[in-house]
């Protein structure tokens, strides 16, 4: 691997627009006095974003999330409702069971809130049914009665929004502003930071964002670190189980809830009836504080028909399959009575599609149903009508049909149960045995994939942590089938997939052959997880040191790729160390993978600064290639090459440019060669070469034959580019801004500013999907334009982009001085030089 590492994410003042202006007042929302229409990315796509009445509208493209002004009160069921969908009770909207305990969770998050930064983002994360959007929604209340205005942000494909018990008595807004957002990990990340960035970019006041999700995680902590490099304070809390709360007992928190439903349904003598004993134990199942609703509903509901049987409710799952039990006993009575006319078994079969899909457009839920055969063709429109009534979508999306069942726990437990393979009283319905796979697979004659994949995945994957037969029966064979599934899942599904306990090891690398090789901005964090959970299993399989010591290096290159660059040190440490005793019993067998092992870590040394180092092991990896060829010259070249290309960029980086020029002069020779005898193999490789030998001829200032040689890169990159942009964008951005440069030097100031512009468009996208991996090539990039634009005179955009580099190369080298320091010095001298002009 040549080049300088690269890593990167940063957001950028927007701009004001009026034409964006007038398009908002078209679409009919009418602004506020004193409010525009925020921007995000210079470079990327506008989004627009209109204060109106009732809330706020932001549009990219099609509208992707929506940022409420208010939270929408409490609904009520009445007393024949709850008796006859008694499930409903247990939907946070309702808030049905009084708010209890979580003294220690409301602390932190007020000392979250409180504290003097100017933007906070904080994660709210825990397991499903704990309490996590109550707890939200009180801390909400508690905001907004200490002064704070109150914003809900939700994604088009979010579920019905959280409740508010004073909605009603929304404040004025001030100028402290907290936003929540639920199911934070299900947002697209794109989606995600662009409304991180509108709430971060708000004039005024203090800014806190409150995300709600079940896990931490990968996707967690690689958004975390974009925010960090936004200048974002970021933090998380783990929601323990409210049981675990010392000032709420198991039995209290039950007897709460039971009364609560009791007199919803007025149901009389409930608290007569005995406490199930599970309740009261350690029940790994019985401890979030849903699961202990959900005994109480159940109990309070089998009071009211004279069920006392406490036994069947004992086997986990009981509960679940008897509230759904009731559930349907609601369909078949109405179909009985002639209220609706679709079967219940019929709306059984919508009832799990829509847990899977999540609310589609009716078009989109018609090809639902047909996918998974859920019934006659002809009766597609009937049942999703009448599903509708049942399980009506929310306001914001009237148009929408297949609303799941909530809470998401039930719904996942309902797909669970209707699938054959489970062992409690519940009979599940054959036809669901296949209707996974036929939900997510699409026919011959079909699109290369539904649009509800991302949320089916999502769902199947939550479901099977608790259910192990939809692990055995479905997400394992799915996989094991169609592992190309992931890649449309989304980068937190695959981190997601590393934690279903009885996921076997051989579904992942069943998934991993799947994903891309090369760097990939979107998957490389997802990729690093499974690379990371794999790697036990691997070396555990062989004995043989030499596929062990493969193993570690191939896992400090995925972490690299990730921007988790410690990591890598460590791993490719562990390889090179296992080399070395390898070498040392056979030396002509295993001194191949040594030398890669070298480059490999000198690689990584190169990426955390230890230039010195870094240098030395390249060294060593020319020295052992050298040898090799003399052996096998055809079979070593391309080794031998790619240890001379590594050389080089070591020795520049030490300031030895001359030796650099020299070494990487012998690489492009070998490297021509291969690339003329077989291009699609080694032709990347050769534009590496060119560029880089570029970059020593301008360090010892022979600028034409520069120029010339980063012209003949970016010609090579473009057309790999346009056939692999994951691959090959990244290299394509590094050979723009240098040639950018060498366009600088002899004189062709235009075009040497069009070169870096389009680079750091580039490193921008590249920065969003993965900071940790693109964010010093994307400073480089900046700081870069920023010269090219005082080279025509435009000082002020010069200014402003070289503030930009320095904000990113502040944090780089409070992380780590030793590899960052030196350009923030270049950086700070810039801005110094423009300050002052």
């Given at each position: 691997?040549?080049?300088?590492?690269g890593?990167?994410?940063?957001?950028?003042?927007?701009?004001r627009?009026?034409?964006?202006?007038?398009?908002?007042?078209?679409?009919?929302?009418?602004?506020?006095?004193?409010q525009?229409?925020a921007?995000?990315?210079v470079?990327?796509?506008?989004?627009?974003?209109?204060?109106?009445?009732?809330?706020?509208?932001?549009d990219?493209?099609?509208?992707?999330?929506?940022?409420?002004?208010?939270?929408?009160?409490?609904?009520?069921?009445?007393?024949?409702?709850?008796?006859?969908?008694?499930?409903?009770?247990?939907?946070?909207?309702?808030?049905?069971?009084?708010?209890?305990?979580?003294?220690?969770?409301?602390?932190?998050?007020?000392?979250?809130?409180?504290?003097?930064?100017?933007?906070?983002?904080?994660?709210?994360?825990?397991?499903?049914?704990?309490?996590?959007?109550?707890?939200?929604?009180?801390?909400?209340?508690?905001?907004?009665?200490?002064g704070?205005?109150?914003?809900q942000?939700?994604?088009?494909?979010?579920?019905?929004?959280?409740?508010?018990?004073?909605?009603t008595?929304?404040?004025?807004?001030?100028?402290?502003?907290?936003?929540?957002?639920?199911?934070?990990?299900?947002?697209?990340?794109?989606?995600?930071?662009?409304?991180?960035?509108?709430?971060?970019?708000?004039?005024?006041?203090?800014?806190?964002v409150l995300?709600?999700?079940?896990?931490?995680?990968?996707?967690?902590?690689?958004?975390?670190?974009?925010?960090?490099?936004?200048?974002?304070?970021?933090?998380?809390?783990?929601?323990?189980s409210?049981?675990?709360?010392?000032?709420?007992?198991s039995?209290?928190?039950y007897?709460?809830?039971?009364?609560?439903?009791a007199?919803?349904?007025?149901?009389?003598?409930?608290?007569?009836?005995?406490?199930?004993?599970?309740?009261?134990?350690d029940?790994?199942?019985?401890?979030?504080?849903?699961?202990?609703?959900?005994?109480?509903?159940?109990?309070?509901?089998?009071?009211?028909r004279?069920?006392?049987?406490?036994?069947?409710?004992?086997?986990?799952?009981?509960?679940?399959?008897?509230?759904?039990?009731?559930?349907?006993?609601?369909?078949?009575?109405?179909?009985?009575?002639?209220a609706?006319?679709?079967?219940?078994?019929?709306?059984?079969?919508?009832?799990?599609?829509?847990?899977?899909?999540?609310?589609v457009?009716?078009?989109?839920g018609?090809?639902?149903l047909?996918?998974?055969?859920?019934c006659?063709?002809?009766?597609?429109?009937?049942?999703?009508?009448?599903?509708?009534?049942?399980f009506p979508?929310?306001?914001?999306?009237?148009?929408?049909?297949?609303?799941?069942?909530?809470?998401?726990?039930?719904?996942?437990?309902?797909?669970?149960?209707?699938?054959p393979?489970?062992?409690?009283?519940?009979?599940?319905?054959?036809?669901?045995?296949?209707?996974?796979?036929?939900?997510?697979?699409?026919?011959?004659?079909?699109?290369?994939?539904?649009?509800?994949?991302?949320?089916?995945?999502?769902?199947?994957i939550?479901?099977?942590?608790?259910?192990?037969?939809?692990?055995?029966?479905?997400?394992?064979p799915?996989?094991?089938?169609?592992?190309?599934?992931?890649?449309?899942?989304g980068?937190?599904?695959?981190?997601?997939?590393?934690?279903?306990?009885?996921?076997s090891?051989?579904?992942?690398?069943?998934?991993?052959?799947?994903?891309?090789?090369?760097?990939?901005?979107?998957?490389?964090?997802?990729?690093?997880?499974?690379?990371?959970?794999?790697?036990?299993?691997r070396?555990?399989?062989?004995?043989?040191?030499?596929?062990?010591?493969?193993?570690?290096?191939?896992?400090?290159?995925r972490?690299?790729?990730?921007?988790?660059?410690?990591?890598?040190?460590?791993?490719?440490?562990?390889?090179?160390?296992?080399?070395r005793?390898?070498?040392?019993?056979?030396?002509?067998a295993?001194?191949?993978?040594?030398?890669?092992?070298?480059?490999?870590?000198?690689?990584?040394?190169?990426?955390?600064?230890?230039?010195?180092?870094?240098?030395?092991?390249?060294?060593?990896?020319?020295?052992?290639?050298?040898?090799?060829?003399?052996?096998?010259?055809?079979?070593?070249?391309?080794?031998?090459?790619?240890a001379?290309?590594?050389?080089?960029?070591?020795?520049?980086?030490?300031?030895?440019?001359?030796?650099?020029?020299?070494?990487?002069?012998?690489?492009?020779?070998?490297?021509?060669?291969?690339?003329?005898?077989?291009?699609?193999?080694?032709?990347?490789?050769?534009?590496?070469?060119s560029?880089?030998?570029?970059?020593?001829?301008?360090?010892?200032?022979?600028?034409?034959?520069?120029?010339?040689?980063?012209?003949?890169?970016?010609?090579?990159?473009r057309?790999l580019?346009?056939?692999?942009?994951?691959?090959?964008?990244?290299?394509?951005a590094?050979?723009?801004?240098?040639?950018?440069?060498?366009?600088?030097?002899v004189?062709?100031?235009d075009?040497?500013?069009?070169?870096?512009?389009?680079?750091?468009?580039?490193?921008?996208?590249?920065?969003?999907?993965?900071?940790?991996?693109?964010?010093?090539?994307?400073?480089r990039s900046?700081?870069?334009?920023?010269?090219?634009?005082?080279?025509?005179?435009?000082?002020?955009?010069?200014?402003?982009?070289?503030?930009?580099?320095?904000?990113?190369?502040?944090?780089?080298?409070?992380?780590?001085?030793?590899?960052?320091?030196?350009?923030?010095?270049?950086?700070?001298?810039?801005?110094?030089?423009?300050?002052?002009?």
């Amino acid at each position: 691997m040549s080049g300088p590492p690269g890593e990167g994410s940063r957001w950028f003042p927007g701009r004001r627009d009026a034409s964006a202006d007038a398009a908002t007042m078209r679409a009919g929302g009418r602004m506020l006095p004193g409010q525009q229409v925020a921007h995000s990315f210079v470079d990327g796509p506008v989004v627009q974003v209109a204060h109106a009445e009732g809330g706020v509208r932001v549009d990219i493209g099609a509208p992707k999330y929506r940022v409420n002004a208010q939270l929408p009160a409490p609904a009520r069921l009445t007393v024949r409702e709850a008796r006859a969908q008694p499930a409903k009770l247990l939907h946070a909207r309702h808030q049905l069971v009084s708010f209890t305990g979580r003294a220690t969770e409301l602390r932190a998050l007020r000392a979250w809130r409180d504290d003097d930064a100017v933007m906070s983002v904080l994660l709210l994360h825990g397991a499903g049914g704990q309490g996590k959007t109550r707890l939200a929604v009180q801390f909400a209340e508690q905001s907004r009665a200490g002064g704070w205005q109150v914003l809900q942000a939700r994604h088009a494909s979010d579920p019905p929004p959280v409740t508010a018990a004073s909605a009603t008595q929304q404040n004025a807004p001030t100028s402290n502003v907290l936003y929540l957002a639920d199911y934070a990990e299900r947002w697209p990340v794109d989606d995600l930071l662009e409304f991180l960035h509108e709430a971060a970019r708000r004039d005024g006041g203090r800014a806190r964002v409150l995300l709600v999700a079940r896990p931490a995680g990968v996707w967690w902590q690689a958004l975390a670190n974009r925010l960090d490099r936004m200048d974002v304070a970021t933090t998380s809390l783990a929601l323990r189980s409210l049981i675990e709360d010392q000032a709420t007992s198991s039995e209290e928190l039950y007897c709460q809830a039971r009364d609560h439903f009791a007199q919803a349904m007025g149901v009389s003598g409930a608290q007569d009836v005995p406490l199930p004993t599970a309740i009261l134990s350690d029940h790994p199942g019985i401890r979030p504080v849903l699961a202990v609703h959900m005994a109480a509903l159940a109990a309070v509901d089998r009071c009211c028909r004279g069920e006392t049987d406490e036994a069947s409710m004992s086997a986990p799952g009981a509960v679940s399959a008897y509230l759904l039990s009731r559930e349907r006993d609601h369909w078949r009575t109405l179909c009985a009575n002639g209220a609706i006319k679709t079967s219940d078994s019929v709306l059984a079969r919508a009832v799990f599609t829509a847990a899977l899909t999540g609310a589609v457009s009716h078009q989109e839920g018609v090809a639902a149903l047909s996918a998974i055969e859920a019934c006659a063709a002809d009766l597609s429109g009937q049942v999703l009508h009448e599903h509708a009534l049942l399980f009506p979508p929310d306001a914001d999306r009237e148009s929408a049909v297949l609303e799941p069942l909530y809470p998401d726990p039930l719904a996942e437990d309902f797909v669970a149960l209707s699938t054959p393979g489970h062992h409690l009283a519940h009979p599940p319905d054959p036809w669901a045995d296949d209707a996974i796979r036929r939900l997510l697979v699409p026919g011959a004659d079909q699109e290369s994939v539904y649009p509800w994949t991302r949320p089916a995945l999502t769902t199947l994957i939550a479901a099977s942590a608790r259910w192990p037969h939809l692990v055995a029966r479905h997400l394992a064979p799915l996989l094991g089938q169609h592992p190309e599934l992931m890649l449309h899942a989304g980068g937190s599904a695959l981190t997601a997939l590393t934690e279903v306990p009885e996921l076997s090891p051989g579904v992942l690398e069943n998934v991993v052959a799947r994903l891309p090789d090369h760097r990939h901005a979107e998957f490389d964090a997802g990729i690093a997880a499974i690379t990371s959970k794999l790697i036990s299993p691997r070396l555990r399989a062989t004995d043989d040191p030499a596929e062990r010591a493969r193993l570690h290096s191939s896992l400090a290159t995925r972490q690299a790729y990730a921007g988790m660059y410690q990591q890598a040190v460590s791993a490719a440490e562990v390889a090179v160390e296992i080399g070395r005793r390898l070498v040392g019993q056979d030396p002509e067998a295993h001194e191949p993978d040594l030398a890669a092992s070298l480059s490999n870590l000198g690689n990584r040394l190169a990426q955390v600064g230890r230039y010195d180092e870094a240098l030395e092991c390249a060294k060593e990896a020319v020295w052992i290639r050298q040898r090799l060829v003399s052996r096998a010259p055809d079979a070593q070249a391309p080794g031998l090459a790619q240890a001379l290309s590594n050389l080089g960029v070591r020795l520049a980086e030490v300031g030895r440019h001359t030796e650099a020029l020299a070494t990487e002069e012998v690489a492009i020779d070998i490297r021509r060669r291969l690339a003329a005898a077989d291009p699609v193999r080694f032709e990347a490789d050769y534009a590496t070469s060119s560029s880089n030998l570029g970059n020593h001829l301008g360090h010892v200032g022979r600028r034409d034959e520069a120029l010339a040689c980063e012209e003949e890169a970016v010609a090579i990159r473009r057309r790999l580019a346009a056939e692999n942009p994951a691959a090959h964008e990244p290299d394509l951005a590094r050979s723009l801004s240098n040639l950018g440069v060498r366009l600088a030097h002899v004189a062709r100031r235009d075009e040497a500013l069009a070169c870096e512009e389009e680079a750091v468009a580039i490193r921008r996208r590249l920065a969003a999907e993965n900071p940790a991996a693109h964010e010093p090539d994307l400073a480089r990039s900046l700081s870069n334009l920023g010269v090219r634009l005082a080279h025509v005179a435009r000082r002020d955009e010069a200014l402003a982009r070289e503030e930009e580099a320095v904000a990113i190369r502040r944090r780089l080298a409070a992380e780590n001085p030793a590899a960052h320091e030196p350009d923030l010095a270049r950086s700070l001298s810039n801005l110094r030089a423009w300050q002052g002009s």
